[in-house]
């Protein structure tokens, strides 16, 4: 367990994390899509940009607080005669506690759209993710239904 924790802390950085939860907001939007496509909702920019305004930023939070540490350490230390030193690892941890929130944060959704979708969630992540999902619920009946057109100008 050890190794493994030193392994990751060695190679876990504000750029890896923000890549591993562009991973999960893509899952997440694939699954969104899925859920409301079987139950008739219609795609719009709404629904589906709705998500990713809030999703995208997010997940590019741990690589920006990356880039903080980055620029604090080459920066001089003796700006305007006072001496400046940050101990860079407390950002590591500030950017993997941040990494933490936002992927609790995208994993109920996504979690929650594979419930919507019709997957089988874990007895365990139900409980977990029973507001978002009710939350979503609610958006189903907000949002336009699905014109089931296949061919132009013809309706199914």
């Known amino acids: 367990m050890d190794t493994i924790l030193k392994y990751l802390f060695a190679n876990l950085n504000g ?11 893509f899952f997440d939007t694939i699954l969104g899509s899925k859920w409301r496509k079987a139950n008739n909702v219609a795609i719009t920019s709404n629904g589906g940009l709705g998500g990713l305004k809030i999703s995208i930023p997010l997940a590019l939070a ?9 620029l604090f350490s080459v920066l001089p230390t003796h700006i305007g005669n006072r001496v400046f030193v940050f101990d860079t690892p407390i950002f590591d941890w500030i950017t993997f506690a941040t990494f933490i929130g936002i992927a609790n944060f995208m994993s ?12 089988t969630v ?5 409980k977990w993710v029973e507001d978002e999902y009710h939350v979503k619920l609610k958006k ?6 699905a014109a089931n057109i296949t061919e132009i100008g013809k309706e199914k």
């Open 15 to 25: 750029a890896t994390e923000t890549v591993l939860l562009f991973i999960l907001v």
């Open 108 to 119: 109920k959704s996504l979690l929650a759209n594979a419930q919507l979708a019709g997957f």
């Open 62 to 70: 741990p690589m920006v607080i990356w880039l903080i540490t980055i």
């Open 140 to 145: 189903i009946e907000t949002e336009p239904e």
């Open 122 to 126: 874990p007895n365990w992540a139900i």
